[in-house]
C-alpha cells in the first residue's frame, strides 16, 4: 500500500499521520524517529517538520529559512527557527551549545531552536546512516505548507489559538476531504499531554502534502544545497 506519512515532534515523542493513496488514514505515536523509520519505512515519502541539512559554521546560515521567512511574512516568519550548527547539537546543555554556536556562526541559540535540538539530532543520525531513509524523509515547515495551500497566503491567525486551528483546518478541508474525521479522532484518541492540538495540525498538513504531490515536490531553494553529509538543506511544499 502505497502511503504519504507526515511526521510531527510531540511531547511524547513523534506523531505521524499517514495517508493511503486511495484515501484511507492512520495515526500512531512513536518514542523515537528510528521507530518511525521502522514503522514507514516502505512509504512513498516521509514529511518531518524538523531540520535536516545542517551547517558545521559560517554565518549566513541556512538559505532554506530565510526564504521561508521571506514567504510567509511578518507575522509568521517567527515561526522559522534557526537550526544549530552541526557541532552545537552534540552539546549537553544550552549554554554550551549556545557558546559553540556563536563562535562557529555568530548567534547563539534560541530557547525554541534547543527545545528541538534533541529531535535533530535523533533525525540527523538516522539519515547519515540510512541511505535509503535519505532518499525519502524530507524537511517540511507546516507554515511553509499551510501558504501553499492557501494560495500563497499566510496564515492570520496563531495555530495555539482556536481561531487559528480553525483557519488551518479550513484550508486543510478544502484539500482532503476527512481533515475534520482525522484531527477528531487524533484529538480523541491522545491527551493533550501526550499529542498537542498543534502537533496533529503540523503532521495532518504534511501527510496532505505528501498525498496531493504524489511525492513531486517544490522546494526552497529551488537549486538545493547538501551540508557536509550529503543531505539537502531545503524545505519542501506542494504548490496546488
Known amino acids: 500500500m502505497t502511503e504519504y506519512v507526515g511526521v510531527d515532534g510531540c511531547r511524547a515523542g513523534w506523531?505521524?499521520?499517514?495517508?493511503?493513496?486511495?484515501?484511507?488514514?492512520?495515526?500512531?505515536?512513536?518514542?523515537?524517529?528510528?521507530s518511525v523509520w521502522a514503522r514507514y519505512e516502505d512509504a512513498r515519502i516521509i514529511l518531518v517538520d524538523i531540520p535536516i541539512g545542517l551547517v558545521e559554521s559560517g554565518q549566513d546560515g541556512r538559505q532554506c529559512d530565510t526564504i521561508a521567512r521571506r514567504y510567509l511574512g511578518r507575522v509568521r516568519a517567527s515561526s522559522v527557527f534557526t537550526p544549530p550548527a552541526r557541532p552545537a547539537t552534540a552539546a549537553p546543555d544550552r549554554l554550551l551549545a549556545s557558546a559553540i554556536n556563536k563562535r562557529l556562526t555568530g548567534r547563539g541559540i534560541t530557547i525554541q531552536s534547543w527545545a528541538i535540538t534533541p529531535k535533530i539530532?535523533?533525525?540527523?543520525?538516522?539519515l547519515r546512516k540510512n541511505k535509503k531513509a535519505r532518499g525519502m524523509v524530507r524537511e517540511v515547515h507546516p507554515e511553509l505548507l499551510f501558504?501553499?495551500?492557501n494560495g500563497?497566503?499566510?496564515?492570520?491567525?496563531?495555530?495555539?489559538?482556536?481561531?487559528?486551528?480553525e483557519e488551518r483546518l479550513t484550508?486543510?478541508?478544502q484539500s482532503f476531504g476527512p481533515t475534520k474525521e482525522i484531527a477528531d479522532a487524533a484529538l480523541a484518541g491522545y491527551r493533550r499531554s501526550v499529542v498537542a492540538r498543534d502537533d496533529i495540525l503540523d503532521a495532518l498538513v504534511a501527510a496532505i502534502t505528501g498525498y496531493l504531490g504524489n511525492g513531486q515536490l517544490s522546494t526552497i531553494p529551488d537549486d538545493?544545497?547538501?551540508?557536509?553529509y550529503g543531505?539537502?538543506?531545503e524545505m519542501a511544499y506542494f504548490l496546488p
Do not use: Q
Open 15 to 34: 506523531f505521524a499521520v499517514s495517508l493511503s493513496a486511495t484515501g484511507s488514514w492512520r495515526f500512531d505515536v512513536h518514542a523515537d524517529f528510528v
Open 121 to 126: 539530532r535523533e533525525v540527523d543520525r538516522l
Open 147 to 149: 501558504w501553499a495551500l
Open 152 to 165: 500563497r497566503r499566510a496564515m492570520v491567525n496563531r495555530k495555539s489559538r482556536l481561531i487559528g486551528y
Open 171 to 173: 484550508v486543510l478541508r
Open 224 to 228: 538545493v544545497p547538501t551540508d557536509a
Open 231 to 233: 543531505l539537502p538543506m
